[in-house]
């Protein structure tokens, strides 16, 4: 919404000044919003997020006798990124779509530790209120541990969007069996 022009040019002076303080205040933190191959959309707290980039699948160099989540390994600017299928470790049956010209990557970061994960779709950063998160509900075992929580999209639709929490899968006995 920054970028449009008709926010300021569709306006008086004063509605304009309002809008522009609006966006300066918004309210809630920022978040990335993203969809795994499922179709689920899950968010990532911007803090969580050290980057996020798009790689054709030839820069992603495949890892000999690795589980079937690690897509391999990239070279971020001098530095190995591993890259793992976020939706199968998930619990997701489907793998990320290898086969396009760039993967959605979100590289995640706690301490000293950096993974990237491959996603279906990046929608976009927005800005949620935190305190209308609730409990996860309706979710399996498989994702349990790693949410933080989930938000009503809407009163009629009765559709979520969980929050991941990049810490507990970051540090999950699930990569020792990768």
Known sequence: ??????L???STPEQ???QLQ????PEGELHLRFYLTSGQELAFSAMAIREVLSAPPD????????????LGTLNLRGRVLW?????QFLGETSAVNTDRAEIPIIAVEDQETIVGLAV?????MEWLD???IQQPTATTDSINPYLRGEWLLGDRTHQCLRLLDQKAILRSNRWAAV
């Open 1 to 6: 919404m920054v970028g449009n022009l008709e």
């Open 8 to 10: 300021l040019t569709s």
């Open 16 to 18: 304009a000044s309002t």
């Open 22 to 25: 609006e966006l300066e205040r």
């Open 59 to 70: 820069r992603i160099t495949p890892i000999p006798n690795a589980s079937p989540l690690m």
């Open 83 to 87: 890259v793992a299928d976020l939706g």
């Open 120 to 124: 279906e779709q990046i929608v976009g």
């Open 130 to 132: 935190v305190e209308a």
